[in-house]
């Protein structure tokens, strides 16, 4: 390394990148690029990037959450460790050290040294690096003023992403905040998804990179518990809550988007109820500020509902009445006409994911959590949650009244009743005593799952009246008959296996009434 880019890599110091990146329909780039919303004062500049990323054979870095590249940006090499941070709808905020380099080769031990470079060592004692994915990327750049002291530089990239001898092709714009607050390119990027039809991305080009690297499926996630204590104001726990449901809503949709798994879609609604349950358990809290998103989401919520009660009657249903179902029989004609009308509801479904209401949504919650609330003065969160879960629990009492004579209409407002309870019991669980919040959450899960039972049975009989319908439609009825008798087998099962659980719910509502409520 020459004397001049010694000096230089001890001057890069380490800032903080905070970028938002959408999605880009190949069919949208003419109007993009030449969209008013984008242009700059002075005339954009075109760079060609190539950059290899480089890991251990154990993948030391990308334990450490952090990434090592070499780029060639033009005529120039630089290097580049990206780490630390967050991401949250689409919002990425990085630790990122730069460093100027005479070639290809890679040179980590000249970058500065500060906290994150101090990970990077760590992380690369005793091991070597290696390329683990390579980027091809054309890049036209722009400086953008929307308003008074915000800069935002757009940066249009298509080309392709390659690991593994797989290629994933890429069609984004990067939005980086240069000057201005944060909510300014959640309020650019919003603009951008109404007038273009641009969606979300959440995932980095390292992290796609990787995904192609394993060649191995993606996992559903599931929920995960936040992270409170007794200390937080109404803001700050009101924040953390959201955060942690719109995490799980986010890390299932691409999932849902690309891969079959059903359990994709599953976890997704169970995202959006968690994150529903939230926005109305902390209304008072903000004060209006989401009532938009949250009806919002209620619509996106029905629009993933209809899919996910295919999948359970295809993949968990009817395989129970029908151990099997061997070809050209009535159960295999049920499955193959009910298969019929999810594959439909699913291709709904990925379009209420691309949809601009799904997407500003999404925007509209990360620019909520991305601005940082002034203190709030006034109860604890311990005193905040006790509350909460108090008007939850009497809501379930009050559903729960009759419960012998309650139909089942009446069921599904007290299943309703429950799950908030228990998503309530969830969030807050680290404020009160564990074994306690345990033994409530186990009582509300045993009853959730009766009344789950007894809901899905109630359901069925509608969901065939509408395959049915469809089957005619698709003028099936001069080829074959509707298979009325397997269509009928499976209500009646349905109806018996409600009839069983209607029996043990007495026991489940015993149970729930004397369990702990440690918030008391």
Request: hydrophobic letters at 45%; charged letters at 25%; one cysteine or more.
């Amino acid at each position: 390394m020459s004397e001049r880019s010694r000096r230089s890599s001890r001057r890069a110091p380490a800032a903080t990148e905070t970028e938002l990146k959408l999605r880009v329909p190949p069919a949208q780039w003419p109007r993009l690029l030449a969209s008013p919303l984008l242009q700059a004062a002075r005339a954009g500049r075109d760079i060609e990037l190539e950059a290899v990323y480089y890991d251990t054979p154990s993948r030391a870095l990308s334990r450490s959450r952090i990434a090592y590249r070499v780029r060639r940006e033009g005529r120039r090499w630089v290097q580049t460790l990206k780490g630390g941070g967050s991401e949250s709808s689409g919002l990425h905020t990085r630790i990122e050290v730069d460093a100027p380099l005479d070639d290809a080769v890679p040179q980590p031990q000249q970058l500065p040294r500060n906290a994150l470079t101090a990970l990077l060592r760590e992380a690369l004692a005793g091991e070597t690096l290696q390329p683990v994915l390579q980027t091809r990327i054309r890049r036209h750049l722009r400086m953008i003023t929307p308003a008074r002291g915000i800069r935002i530089e757009v940066a249009f990239d298509r080309g392709t992403i390659s690991s593994g001898g797989r290629r994933e092709a890429v069609s984004e714009i990067e939005l980086e905040l240069k000057a201005g607050p944060v909510e300014a390119l959640f309020d650019l990027a919003s603009v951008l998804v109404a007038a273009h039809g641009l969606t979300l991305e959440h995932r980095s080009k390292a992290a796609r990179g990787y995904a192609l690297l394993d060649a191995a499926p993606a996992l559903p996630v599931k929920a995960q518990a936040p992270v409170i204590d007794g200390t937080m104001d109404a803001a700050s726990l009101s924040r953390v809550v959201i955060a942690a449901t719109l995490a799980q809503v986010q890390a299932n949709s691409h999932g849902v988007l690309c891969h079959d798994d059903p359990e994709f879609l599953h976890q997704m609604r169970v995202g959006l109820r968690r994150l529903r349950c939230a926005l109305d358990l902390f209304a008072p809290q903000l004060a209006g500020a989401l009532e938009h998103e949250a009806a919002a989401l209620r619509e996106i919520g029905a629009g993933l509902g209809e899919a996910r009660d295919w999948d359970v009657l295809i993949g968990e249903i009817l395989p129970q009445v029908f151990a099997q179902a061997t070809p050209g029989s009535a159960a295999a004609r049920l499955r193959l006409a009910c298969t019929t009308v999810r594959d439909r509801a699913r291709r709904k479904t990925n379009n209420v994911i691309k949809s601009i209401a799904y997407n500003q949504s999404m925007l509209a919650l990360g620019r909520h959590l991305a601005v940082l609330p002034a203190p709030v003065s006034g109860r604890s969160a311990r005193r905040i949650a006790a509350d909460i879960l108090d008007a939850c629990h009497a809501r379930v009492l009050k559903r729960g009244k009759h419960l012998r004579r309650q139909d089942d209409e009446a069921l599904h407002r007290l299943r309703i009743a429950v799950k908030k309870l228990r998503y309530a019991v969830e969030f807050f669980a680290g404020l009160f005593d564990a074994s306690a919040m345990q033994a409530q959450r186990a009582a509300l899960t045993r009853l959730q799952d009766i009344l789950g039972h007894i809901n899905d049975a109630a359901v069925t009989a509608p969901r065939l009246e509408q395959a049915q319908r469809q089957f005619l439609r698709d003028g099936r009825k001069q080829q074959r008959r509707w298979p009325q008798s397997a269509a009928q087998a499976v209500v009646e099962w349905q109806q018996a296996l409600a009839a069983a659980q209607r029996k043990k719910l007495a026991a489940a509502w015993r149970r729930f009434e004397k369990a702990p409520q440690p918030w008391r």
